[in-house]
């Protein structure tokens, strides 16, 4: 359970980023910032692919050289991880030397035990997936030749390297059959299984016919293959190939969190470059779905791409983030819509959790001179209650990538704080029942923390905001979870005046 290691995949720069790269930066964000706040120690990294042809292909209809082309390109990458507020551990970039060597190192271990060979490819290709595409998936259209992604294809016929993949396709079936979780969810692990038993081919791994890629260390005519070299990029990171580095050593095997397109390369090519060199395959694939837009496929040529500094301009980040967690179970399709964030931040933040904190908090700065006493039987109040009962089931949420399971439980939570709040009246109770009111209050007060905390892997700009309004809790690390025991330790709570959370939209 600890030390895990979360990856993204890492982008393509031969466009900018888009609703897709940030929907996997943040899901990989919300489980390490979900590991931060047990206290289990995690390492995430994210990055950039800049080799291949299609790379290549985009800095030559810019007119720039490649190197300065990425270079520019990756920022934006790296614009995109600030802005979404990433915890990343490490940014790697597939034209730094460490990934160079640690690729190239790679390729001579391959080399060296038989597992590669030169021969000669002739078939199709897929520029824009940087995939060989077997005969049986092609698709034609007009005369033209797609694979099933709708990339065009074209025909490739070069003297290659070939790794012999064929050779690996027991041991991997073997794999699957004993690491049954390796791919989630269920229904993408059964179609690589398929794919697998259905015959493996040897996989062409290296080009000659451009330029822009890792030189091949034995052979100057040839450059690595780009999911080779993009792949290897997850261990370069921790220092390959020295396998007794403090990060190798603490990190490896780790969980890759990818979209459904990149599965084959991750689940299958991966596991066995790595086996084959002898080294541990990944602990995990974690495949989600794809957005579309309004219900539209997202395509540079609808014009339809959603921008993710846009609609962050637009909805505020924390909004944006829990709205795709939310919204769609994680592993399936997903449509954007307007309406549909709206109704979100609307009905869930804005009038649920907000405006309790709203209504509670004022009322208190106005009633209570700002301050809440906190007494023994706090803990018993029967919704904080619940809420703790129910962290076995949060945190099995969370394992098992159920996000949105996990989000719909503590809105319950939030539901029930909301009755409770009209039942119990405060209001009424400030003149009936003056203390049965102070109880009322500081019981909600204890739950909205504690609610918060367990948002903070999805909200950590709102929940800290949110903390910030409890004065007196300041210099205790809230975003831990298990630190709401120095809450209930403290003799009272000092609140702040609110101002609104979330702003609604019109
Ligand atoms: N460079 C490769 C990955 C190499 S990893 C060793 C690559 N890059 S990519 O930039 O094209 O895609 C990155 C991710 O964005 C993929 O996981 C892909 O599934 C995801 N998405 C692209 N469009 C998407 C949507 N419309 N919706 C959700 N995710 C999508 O592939």
Redesign the pocket.
């Known amino acids: 359970m600890s030390n895990n290691y979360f990856?993204?995949?890492?982008?393509?720069?031969?466009?900018k980023p888009?609703?897709?790269?940030a929907?996997?930066s943040i899901a990989v964000d919300i489980l390490k910032r979900f590991y931060d706040c047990r206290g289990l120690n995690s390492y995430f990294l994210t990055g950039?692919?800049e080799h291949?042809q299609k790379v290549e292909r985009a800095a030559q209809e810019k007119n720039i050289d490649p190197q300065k082309f990425t270079d520019m390109v990756s920022e934006n990458f790296k614009d995109l991880s600030n802005l979404l507020n990433l915890s990343n551990d490490d940014f790697i970039r597939t034209t730094e030397e460490r990934h160079k060597k640690s690729v190239q190192n790679l390729w001579r271990v391959l080399l060296e035990k038989d597992e590669i060979y030169l021969s000669k490819y002739s078939g199709w290709y897929s520029v824009r997936?940087?995939a060989f595409v077997a005969d049986n998936e092609i698709v034609e259209k007009n005369g033209k030749k797609y694979n099933s992604f709708g990339s065009e294809l074209s025909w490739v016929e070069e003297e290659s390297y070939f790794f012999r993949l064929s050779k690996w396709q027991d041991k991997l079936l073997n794999f699957y059959k004993n690491n049954p979780n390796f791919i989630v969810p269920k229904s993408r692990s059964n179609e690589v299984i398929k794919f697998v038993e259905s015959g493996l081919k040897d996989l062409s791994v290296s080009r000659t016919t451009f330029k822009w890629g890792i030189d091949v260390p034995t052979d100057e005519k040839h450059i690595v293959y780009?999911?080779l070299d993009?792949?290897?990029?997850?261990i370069s990171a921790l220092d390959y190939p020295n396998i007794n580095s403090d990060l190798y050593k603490k990190y490896w095997p780790g969980i890759?969190?990818?979209?459904?397109?990149?599965i084959r390369?991750?689940a299958i090519f991966?596991p066995a470059f790595l086996m084959a060199a002898e080294l541990d395959p990944p602990k995990q694939i974690v495949a989600?779905?794809?957005?579309?837009?309004e219900g539209q496929?997202?395509s540079k040529s609808l014009g339809n791409v959603?921008d993710p500094k846009e609609l962050i301009d637009e909805y505020g980040l924390d909004s944006v983030r829990y709205f795709l967690f939310r919204e769609v179970p994680f592993g399936n399709?997903?449509d954007f819509s307007k309406v549909a964030i709206k109704n979100r931040i609307n009905g869930e933040l804005a009038n649920n959790y907000g405006n309790l904190i709203q209504r509670i908090l004022s009322f208190i700065c106005k009633n209570l001179e700002q301050n809440i006493d906190l007494t023994e039987d706090n803990f018993n109040f029967e919704i904080l209650k619940q809420i703790n009962d129910s962290e076995k089931e949060l945190f099995d949420y969370m394992e098992n990538y159920k996000y949105d399971e996990y989000l719909k439980k503590l809105f319950l939570f939030m539901n029930d704080l909301n009755n409770y709040v009209d039942k119990s009246a405060p209001w009424v109770l400030k003149k009936t029942d003056p203390e049965q009111m102070k109880k009322v209050l500081a019981n909600i007060c204890l739950c909205i923390i504690r609610v918060s905390q367990y948002l903070v892997p999805f909200m950590p700009s709102k929940t800290s905001e949110v903390f910030n309004l409890f004065e007196n809790t300041n210099n205790i690390k809230l975003d831990i979870f298990d630190n709401f025991k120095e809450v209930i330790n403290l003799k009272f709570l000092k609140i702040r005046q609110p101002e609104p959370l979330f702003t609604k939209i019109e």
């Open positions: 990856t993204t995949p890492i982008y393509y720069v031969n466009d888009h609703i897709g790269h929907y996997t950039t692919d291949g997936d940087e780009v999911w993009a792949l290897t990029n997850y890759h969190v990818v979209g459904k397109d990149i390369f991750h991966w989600h779905g794809w957005w579309t837009n496929k997202i959603i399709d997903g």
